[in-house]
Antibody, heavy 118, light 110 residues
Framework: QVQLQESGPGLVKPSQTLSLTCTVS??????????WSWIRQPAGKGLEWIGR???????NYNPSLKSRVTMSVDTSKNQFSLKLSSVTAADTAVYYC??????????WGQGTMLTVSS | QSVLTQPPSASGTPGQRVTISCSGS????????IYWYQHLPGTAPKLLIY???QRPSGVPDRFSGSKSGTSASLAISGLRSEDEADYYC???????????FGGGTKLTVL
């Protein structure tokens, strides 16, 4: 069974770029079966899809975040990553990585809290 | 404002049947599968229903999904205290070329 684990700095200053990594265990990111996605949830608010990447490198991003988002896959480390530039307090949230074979998310990481503050 | 509209709250007593609605448009629910997630505080969301009405292995048959036109609903029968959670609908939106979530419905078991 594939498992996911997010990791990140916990705290980022405004205007900086946040970087998060999702480490995959129990399966190969190169399998070509899944879409690898990032989703976030600000405190007291709902879930927001950030975007996804396929092993081929093709991506789909949330239009509201597209100008600031970059996703990548590192097959050698069995990881995929999220970079979000020019962060503000509005980017403070719990960030989840998740995978699915289509538009669903059937395996999720436990989430990592990211706070934007000076 | 979410692209998909859900009621912010719902409630029921143990044993009751409750339904949660999700309303969208022709570019999302009307032309794509709907998915439902259960989210307990402090845990990862869990896929409850996929492809409109299919249950992943391990999800009790008390949970069922349906879709008609540009709306969908999640029904929970035989309500139990452990069903108290936030529920989200989600689907692909052809116009936005991305996944969209509903705003979430907080289910309270009285």
């Amino acid at each position: 069974q594939v498992q996911l684990q997010e990791s990140g700095p916990g705290l980022v200053k405004p205007s900086q770029t946040l970087s998060l990594t999702c480490t995959v265990s129990g399966g190969s990111i190169s399998s070509g079966i899944y879409y690898w996605s990032w989703i976030r949830q600000p405190a007291g608010k709902g879930l927001e899809w950030i975007g996804r990447i396929y092993i081929s490198g093709s991506t789909n991003y949330n239009p509201s975040l597209k100008s600031r988002v970059t996703m990548s896959v590192d097959t050698s480390k069995n990881q995929f990553s999220l970079k979000l530039s020019s962060v503000t307090a509005a980017d403070t949230a719990v960030y989840y990585c998740a995978i699915g074979k289509g538009d669903e998310f059937d395996i999720w990481g436990q989430g990592t809290m990211l706070t934007v503050s000076s | 404002q979410s692209v998909l509209t859900q009621p912010p709250s719902a409630s029921g007593t143990p044993g009751q049947r409750v339904t949660i609605s999700c309303s969208g448009s022709s570019s999302n629910i009307g032309s794509n599968y709907i998915y439902w997630y259960q989210h307990l505080p402090g845990t990862a969301p869990k896929l409850l229903i996929y492809r409109n009405n299919q249950r992943p292995s391990g999800v009790p048959d008390r949970f069922s999904g349906s879709k008609s036109g540009t709306s969908a609903s999640l029904a929970i029968s035989g309500l139990r205290s452990e069903d108290e959670a936030d529920y989200y609908c989600a689907t692909w939106d052809d116009t936005l070329s991305g996944v969209v979530f509903g705003g979430g419905t907080k289910l309270t078991v009285l």
